[in-house]
Each structure stands twice: as structure tokens, then as C-alpha cells.
């Protein structure tokens, strides 16, 4: 039963990359300029504002996936 688990395992990752790609390619697709402005703003965010916006982000991310699983 372990390799079922270890194939289902790299399946179901595979296929969430392939989904945060589809996400993450939404606003340049729709909004090019203004992506392009947003990037460009958190190229000035100090490293520490930024580590705090990731670790929100991670934790608002592991609730829901606790949440929906």
C-alpha cells in the first residue's frame, strides 16, 4: 500500500503546482499593468514587512486547506 500512497502523493502535487500556475497567471493575463505596478511595489517592501506577509499567507493557507479537508 505504501507506493499507492507515494504515487497518489506526487499525483495530488503535481496537480496543485499545475493549479497554483493557473492562479498565479489570473492577474497578469487580465491586468498586465497593473501586475507589473504591484510588482514593483513589493520590490520596495523591506524584508521584514514581507516575511510577516508571507507567514500570514502561509497560515491563512494551511487554515483553509484544515478547513476544507
Same mark, same amino acid.
Given at each position: 500500500?505504501?507506493?499507492?500512497?507515494?504515487? @497518489?502523493?506526487?499525483?495530488?502535487?503535481?496537480?496543485?503546482?499545475?493549479?497554483?500556475?493557473?492562479?498565479?497567471?489570473?492577474?497578469?493575463?487580465?491586468?498586465?499593468?497593473?501586475?507589473?505596478?504591484?510588482?514593483?511595489?513589493?520590490?520596495?517592501?523591506?524584508?521584514?514587512?514581507?516575511?510577516?506577509?508571507?507567514?500570514?499567507?502561509?497560515?491563512?493557507?494551511?487554515?483553509?486547506?484544515?478547513?476544507? @479537508?
Amino acid at each position: 500500500m505504501k507506493g499507492g500512497f507515494e504515487l @497518489n502523493f506526487w499525483h495530488e502535487l503535481a496537480v496543485a503546482f499545475c493549479l497554483m500556475m493557473v492562479i498565479e497567471g489570473i492577474v497578469p493575463f487580465i491586468a498586465p499593468r497593473r501586475w507589473r505596478s504591484m510588482v514593483q511595489f513589493l520590490a520596495e517592501v523591506d524584508d521584514r514587512s514581507m516575511r510577516i506577509m508571507g507567514l500570514i499567507s502561509m497560515l491563512i493557507g494551511t487554515g483553509v486547506l484544515y478547513l476544507v @479537508n
